[in-house]
């Protein structure tokens, strides 16, 4: 080849490329009988990082077109803020789709995908509204008598259970007509979680354990496309609301496992691990269950090619969350006290002990100092002397803690100021937030670690019962 040839031949291929890269994404949408001043073309983003977020004006036929395509995923129609109609994209090829919006619903002209989508919607909808009916008779029914309303649960059972199983055929179907599409995915994560057993029933650890074990039984893990849609938005959320309202440390293994099955794609595997991390490992997720995250910390760091900086982050976060656990006695420090003794935790001699470590400068710990002051059962137990509260500042300033001894300090409790600033130091505790509670019992052996206001209650009831 010559080079003038050459040189023709990659400007041709240079050329080939602009024109198959432009115009990846054309997206099409009449607006019959809706009013707007803007429509937005939105990604569904469960990163919550920069997305998709296409505007322009309104007119009745608006076309978003770009450059580059768009991720595989779900993406919203808005007029203005409203959504009006989803849009799923499954490849990054072809993304040209045309609908036309209206009240009466969404009609997809070219988009065989989307069409089957609106069809399915409509469907589960209809199995919604006849196990919403069935739900309805039996509440309608509950002055009937006893041996009547038991026949009629009998026979609301056997129906339910006939719905549930035209929806499971159904969704089956849709997935098998529908192969390596994000609608089949979309659909197996939809599915909802089997029947527990009837042998269960009274039996409420071992319907947890059916539940947890069975929840991602359908969950498409070859397919990362699922984690840019809110079906596995609302999956995962559902899934760290029982784990965190159940707070059973023996059903971790089950977590552990559902991470092993989510490894069948590393894409899928990572997000599932990020996703879990932040709601039930970061230090300030209201979800945070210390147990779970322990073995799942101690899961990821036995996992093969996983990269260094994830490595040493996780080993210092295992660490971290190691100390002071429940069952386990806290450490030693010296404090000053606001009767100017200087003394030490283990000298503070008590039946129980509410620990709180905090800076009084503080906005959050001064609001939850407020709360707790006002707390009837809490003073109730600091009257009857089995219970102490010990309040310790743990920076290094000397003015600061004495202004908060002449004007907030509350007189039934115990004031400490650690003034060699030791926990800090020697990070004897985690004082990533402020302030930390520990329920302790005479001993210092922790009871609960990390205790919110609104649980203290609670705590004192269970081992003083006073309420």
């Given at each position: 080849m010559t080079k003038i040839a050459y040189i023709l031949l990659s400007f041709a291929l240079?050329?080939?490329?602009?024109?198959?890269?432009?115009?990846?994404?054309?997206?099409?949408?009449?607006?019959?009988?809706?009013?707007?001043?803007?429509?937005?073309?939105?990604?569904?983003?469960?990163?919550?990082?920069?997305?998709?977020?296409?505007?322009?004006?309104?007119?009745?036929?608006?076309?978003?077109?770009?450059?580059?395509?768009?991720?595989?995923?779900?993406?919203?129609?808005?007029?203005?803020?409203?959504?009006?109609?989803?849009?799923?994209?499954?490849?990054?090829?072809?993304?040209?789709?045309?609908?036309?919006?209206?009240?009466?619903?969404?009609?997809?002209?070219?988009?065989?995908e989307n069409t089957r989508y609106e069809q399915y919607l409509t469907q589960i909808k209809e199995y919604e509204q006849q196990m919403a009916g069935l739900d309805q008779e039996f509440r309608d029914a509950q002055n009937l008598p006893a041996y009547m309303l038991r026949t009629l649960a009998d026979s609301l059972t056997a129906r339910a259970r006939r719905i549930v199983a035209a929806r499971t055929a159904y969704e089956q179907q849709v997935i098998h007509d529908n192969p390596n599409t994000?609608?089949?995915?979309?659909?197996?994560?939809?599915?909802?979680?089997?029947?527990?057993?009837?042998?269960?029933?009274?039996?409420?650890?071992?319907?947890?354990?059916?539940?947890?074990?069975?929840?991602?039984?359908?969950?498409?893990w070859n397919d990362p496309r699922i984690f840019n849609t809110p079906v596995a938005e609302e999956k995962f959320k559902s899934y760290v609301?029982?784990?965190?309202?159940?707070?059973?440390?023996?059903?971790?293994?089950?977590?552990?496992?559902?991470?092993?099955?989510?490894?069948?794609?590393?894409?899928?595997?990572?997000?599932?691990?990020?996703?879990?991390?932040?709601?039930?490992?970061?230090?300030?997720?209201?979800?945070?269950?210390?147990?779970?995250?322990?073995?799942?910390?101690?899961?990821?760091?036995?996992?093969?090619?996983?990269?260094?900086?994830?490595?040493?982050?996780?080993?210092?976060?295992?660490?971290?969350?190691?100390?002071?656990?429940r069952g386990s006695i806290v450490p030693d420090f010296r404090i000053v006290t606001d009767k100017g003794d200087t003394t030490t935790l283990y000298q503070v001699q008590t039946e129980y002990m509410l620990l709180f470590l905090h800076n009084p400068s503080c906005s959050t710990c001064r609001k939850v100092r407020s709360i707790i002051t006002k707390d009837e059962v809490l003073?109730?137990?600091i009257n009857s002397g089995r219970l102490k509260v010990l309040t310790v500042y743990l920076e290094n300033d000397e003015h600061l803690w004495d202004t908060y001894l002449r004007t907030e300090a509350f007189p039934q409790y115990i004031h400490g100021w650690n003034f060699d600033q030791a926990i800090e130091k020697e990070a004897l505790f985690e004082t990533r937030t402020i302030p930390y509670m520990f329920f302790l019992d005479k001993d210092k052996r922790v009871?609960?670690?990390?205790?919110?206001?609104?649980e203290i209650d609670n705590y004192i009831y269970n081992y003083l019962q006073i309420h």
């Open positions: 240079a050329f080939a490329t602009v024109c198959t890269c432009y115009g990846q994404l054309e997206v099409s949408v009449k607006l019959n009988g809706l009013s707007c001043d803007s429509v937005r073309l939105r990604s569904f983003n469960w990163q919550k990082k920069a997305g998709t977020n296409l505007v322009m004006p309104y007119s009745e036929t608006v076309t978003f077109k770009q450059k580059s395509a768009l991720k595989p995923g779900a993406y919203w129609i808005t007029a203005d803020s409203t959504p009006v109609a989803t849009v799923i994209l499954s490849a990054k090829k072809k993304q040209k789709v045309s609908m036309m919006v209206s009240p009466a619903g969404v009609t997809f002209s070219n988009s065989p994000l609608l089949a995915s979309i659909v197996a994560a939809s599915i909802p979680t089997p029947e527990v057993p009837v042998e269960y029933y009274n039996n409420p650890r071992k319907m947890q354990e059916f539940f947890i074990s069975h929840f991602f039984d359908n969950f498409p609301d029982f784990v965190y309202q159940v707070d059973r440390p023996d059903l971790d293994t089950f977590v552990v496992e559902a991470l092993k099955a989510s490894s069948i794609d590393t894409a899928s595997h990572r997000m599932f691990f990020e996703r879990l991390d932040k709601d039930l490992g970061y230090y300030m997720s209201n979800y945070k269950v210390e147990h779970t995250y322990i073995k799942m910390l101690q899961y990821v760091l036995s996992t093969k090619d996983l990269a260094d900086y994830r490595r040493v982050f996780y080993e210092h976060e295992l660490a971290t969350i190691n100390k002071n656990l003073n109730k137990a009871i609960q670690k990390n205790i919110l206001y609104d």
